[in-house]
């Protein structure tokens, strides 16, 4: 009996292992709003469950710079995650070959938030399906500012219960002020971050010289007592002028890229303090460990 149980014991550890190490990467849709909306999901095998909904830059998509390294490398560390596209203006319906710019999200704020929200809580009711019980919202650059209004806006509005539940916020490359008036726009964070009783994790690259300005501002207007600012060091860019560095070190580049590259290192250890998880790792070292006591019963027996 003990050595059937020691076997289904491995063998079960093993799936979890597996399953986390190897999983496929799957596009689903989600019903939102009048129309239906892809995400990319990766699923953790871990128990707790925890889910990262990630939300992207402008002009970019959801395995774009930095929402699609995390995307991975979450999963690997046990997290599902679950990476979504961002609306499109109003004012880019009809010229699908039209650069999106950051004055065509003004003009179409509300829009933009309410098509934002009905897409976040697909997500939520999809990580609700899965038996997931706690979710981290994470946004890069346009998307730190969906992450941060949704949040806001729940939080204050009460719009629903969360289930599963927020219990956290990571907003990279965030910038507080909008290119141009109004300045009450609710992608300015500092008009919503103070909503906020949630734990952040602002992470900026040092060349980013408006993310990085931008810390202490939030920081101070942050309602809640959990605000972690990360800044990281960004490498020289020999072959570009410094626009190019600066683009290049808002999205990151040279930073992130690698299970243990600077990005995706802070986020994990951020997140195994806000909402952690074993990590596959850990989950084979208790599988060994039950195998071992199962055997050595065994042998005494």
Same mark, same amino acid.
């Given at each position: ?23 496929? +990467? ?10 239906? #909306? ?17 939300? +992207? ?18 999963? &690997? ?52 399906? @899965? ?30 219960? +969360?289930?599963?539940?927020? #219990?956290?916020?990571? /907003? ?11 300045? @009450?726009?609710?992608? /300015?964070? @500092? /008009? ?39 800044? @990281? ?10 626009? &190019? ?26 997140? &195994? ?29």
């Amino acid at each position: 009996m003990m050595k059937n149980f020691s076997k289904q014991v491995l063998a079960a550890g093993l799936f979890c292992l597996l399953g986390t190490a190897f999983n496929a +990467h799957a596009t689903i849709i989600l019903t939102a709003g009048a129309d239906g #909306v892809d995400g990319l999901l990766l699923e953790g095998a871990n128990s707790p469950k925890v889910g990262v909904i990630l939300m +992207h830059g402008r002009a970019d998509g959801p395995d774009g710079f930095g929402v699609g390294d995390l995307r991975d490398s979450l999963n &690997q560390s046990g997290y599902t995650t679950l990476s979504i596209n961002n609306p499109t203006p109003d004012t880019n319906v009809d010229d699908l070959t039209k650069t999106l710019e950051f004055a065509d999200y003004l003009a179409s704020e509300g829009t933009v938030f309410d098509e934002m929200h009905s897409r976040i809580w697909a997500s939520l009711d999809y990580f609700k399906g @899965l038996g997931i019980n706690q979710v981290v919202l994470a946004g890069i650059s346009l998307g730190s500012r969906f992450a941060s209004e949704f949040a806001a806006h729940t939080q204050v509005n009460g719009e629903r219960a +969360h289930d599963p539940a927020l #219990v956290g916020l990571i /907003n990279m490359s965030s910038i507080n002020n909008p290119v141009s008036p109004p300045s @009450l726009s609710e992608f /300015n964070i @500092l /008009n919503t971050i103070d909503q906020i009783m949630l734990p952040v994790l602002d992470i900026a690259g040092d060349g980013d010289f408006h993310a990085v300005n931008g810390q202490d501002p939030r920081e101070t207007a942050y309602g809640g007592s959990d605000y972690t600012k990360v800044v @990281l060091d960004c490498p020289d860019y020999p072959t570009l002028d410094a626009t &190019q560095s600066y683009w290049a070190c808002h999205a990151l580049f040279g930073v992130r890229g690698d299970y243990n590259a600077p990005l995706e290192t802070t986020v994990r250890n951020w997140m &195994q303090r806000v909402a952690p998880v074993p990590e596959p790792a850990t989950l084979m070292l208790m599988v060994t460990g039950l195998l071992g006591l199962g055997l050595h019963r065994r042998k005494r027996a």
